[in-house]
């Protein structure tokens, strides 16, 4: 089943290219297998010639990110994307939600759902759609939002997987809080489930793990790409009967957002090392669970730097204060392996109660999928997709920087300029502590 891209914004139109240069090097390698088949299917359609091009959308208010990302795809001889898949324009979105939700969405409708449009007809059959952004900025948030929006009223029936990039803590654009918490707010009523990737924790494995000296967003990009791309590539569940051509998005819903008020998605790879160290490194299955399970335990996004004192509650403490031991309390959770000896690879250690909330079932909250085709050039990858308390605490700073703002009516003007009142960033406020709520009380 194929899954149809669209890159919003200048975040989504970096990442997007990532994405699918990673993933072309498995279309090619698996290129007579059912593996290589599967990803063709789920990712590009061939033209007559039998070029890879991509299904994707790319969206931007500015051109140069978009023209940049489509030469770069041509000239990688590999993949590339449509000749009529892209739209932008000439003025961007200022850095401003209302910006892009109430004018750039609404003016440029019509042409980015007859992109999408058309990029679903050449499906066979569509599994759903990912919307690729950032939510710091004006047209991956705003925009972004709107066209979601659009996704859900065209294609109700069909699942809708958002993948967001959330700005350094330290700011980058100066509203980015009043977009995150505009942005989540409604995404929340629109998507079946939300994938994060926070640029903080992204930046730390880049310096630590991968020892890049001077940190780009490129270097950023590749990590992000990396894991979301562990996560998306076809594998087999306990049910799959061998068949790669199930439904991925909405297998990934179905496995971890099973409630409505959680749907906030964190992922965490292992492993992460140098490719200058990869041909000296060996990785055995009983480490590698070992160290995610820990990292999932303790909220520890990499291998470096992990508590190892955090240990799940016993019984008669699962109802005190978890986030101030620092135990990270999950809902649900998908572990995908790949790679060799991928079915002698124990995961009992993920399937303990204790790790997840007393009213769901760890086996019905536990998950797992597995493909003993390696990926990436690593001979063995564990990869995490978490629904847990692991974003509550860079959730709950957001909206508290964002408050902070709000209280003081610092650059509202700005926002109401463009139709947003300050009843909309109240219902928004009150929508996302709502899922503060709801992730802080879980036990």
């Known amino acids: 089943m194929s899954i149809v891209t669209v890159q919003l914004g200048q975040c989504g139109n970096q990442v997007g290219p990532e994405?699918?240069?990673?993933?072309?090097?498995?279309?090619?390698?698996?290129?007579?297998?059912?593996?290589?088949?599967?990803?063709?299917?789920?990712?590009?359609?061939?033209?007559?010639?039998?070029?890879?091009?991509?299904?994707?959308?790319?969206?931007?208010?500015?051109?140069?990110?978009?023209?940049?990302?489509?030469?770069?795809?041509?000239?990688?001889?590999?993949?590339?994307?449509?000749?009529?898949?892209?739209?932008?324009?000439?003025?961007?979105?200022?850095?401003?939600?209302?910006?892009?939700?109430?004018?750039?969405?609404?003016?440029?409708?019509?042409?980015?759902?007859?992109?999408?449009?058309?990029?679903?007809?050449?499906?066979?059959?569509?599994?759903?759609?990912?919307?690729?952004?950032?939510?710091?900025?004006?047209?991956?948030?705003?925009?972004?939002?709107?066209?979601?929006?659009?996704?859900?009223?065209?294609?109700?029936?069909?699942?809708?997987?958002?993948h967001l990039t959330w700005p350094y803590g330290t700011g980058e654009v100066i509203v980015q809080n009043y977009n995150s918490v505009l942005t989540?707010?409604?995404?929340?009523?629109?998507?079946?489930?939300?994938?994060?990737?926070?640029?903080?924790?992204?930046?730390?494995?880049?310096?630590?793990?991968?020892?890049?000296?001077?940190?780009?967003?490129?270097?950023?990009?590749?990590?992000?790409?990396?894991?979301?791309?562990?996560?998306?590539?076809?594998?087999?569940?306990?049910?799959?009967?061998?068949?790669?051509?199930?439904?991925?998005?909405?297998?990934?819903a179905g496995a971890l957002s099973c409630h409505p008020e959680y749907k906030l998605l964190s992922v965490c790879t292992t492993p992460q090392v140098p490719s200058s160290s990869m041909a000296y490194s060996t990785f055995s299955w009983p480490s590698l669970l070992k160290h995610l399970r820990q990292m999932l335990i303790s909220n520890t996004k990499m291998e470096e730097g992990i508590d190892w004192q955090v240990r799940p509650p016993a019984g008669s403490e699962r109802t005190g204060s978890l986030l101030r031991s620092g135990f990270n309390r999950s809902l649900a959770n998908l572990l995908i392996l790949r790679g060799k000896d991928v079915y002698s690879a124990e995961t009992g250690g993920f399937e303990e109660p204790a790790l997840y909330t007393s009213w769901l079932p760890s086996e019905e909250a536990f998950s797992s999928w597995k493909s003993p085709v390696p990926f990436n050039k690593y001979e063995k990858c564990a990869t995490l997709v978490s629904n847990s308390q692991a974003l509550l605490r860079p959730l709950d700073d957001m909206v508290g920087k964002a408050w902070n703002m709000f209280a003081s009516r610092a650059y509202l003007h700005q926002y109401m300029t463009f139709g947003i009142s300050e009843e909309d960033f109240l219902d928004s406020f009150t929508s996302i502590e709502q899922v503060i709520s709801s992730y802080s009380q879980l036990h």
């Not at 051109?63 to 795809?73: D, F, M, Y």
């Not at 924790?201 to 270097?219: E, K, M, Y």
Request: net charge positive; charged share 20%; aromatic share 8%.
């Open 184 to 252: 989540l707010a409604h995404l929340y009523q629109l998507s079946d489930a939300i994938l994060v990737h926070e640029n903080d924790t992204v930046h730390r494995i880049c310096s630590r793990l991968l020892n890049i000296q001077h940190i780009s967003f490129a270097d950023v990009n590749r990590v992000i790409a990396h894991q979301l791309a562990s996560v998306l590539q076809p594998a087999l569940a306990a049910d799959s009967r061998g068949v790669y051509g199930r439904n991925p998005l909405g297998e990934l």
């Open 19 to 162: 994405l699918f240069d990673v993933i072309s090097r498995d279309a090619l390698q698996g290129e007579k297998n059912a593996f290589g088949a599967a990803v063709r299917e789920r990712f590009f359609h061939q033209t007559s010639r039998g070029e890879l091009v991509a299904r994707a959308v790319l969206v931007d208010m500015e051109p140069k990110v978009i023209n940049h990302s489509v030469s770069r795809a041509a000239k990688s001889g590999v993949w590339r994307y449509g000749d009529a898949s892209r739209f932008s324009e000439k003025q961007g979105s200022g850095n401003n939600w209302a910006n892009g939700y109430c004018v750039h969405g609404p003016r440029h409708r019509d042409v980015v759902e007859e992109l999408v449009r058309r990029e679903v007809e050449r499906c066979d059959r569509l599994a759903g759609l990912m919307a690729v952004m950032s939510v710091a900025g004006g047209t991956g948030s705003g925009v972004g939002t709107y066209v979601t929006q659009c996704l859900r009223d065209t294609y109700p029936r069909s699942f809708i997987l958002n």
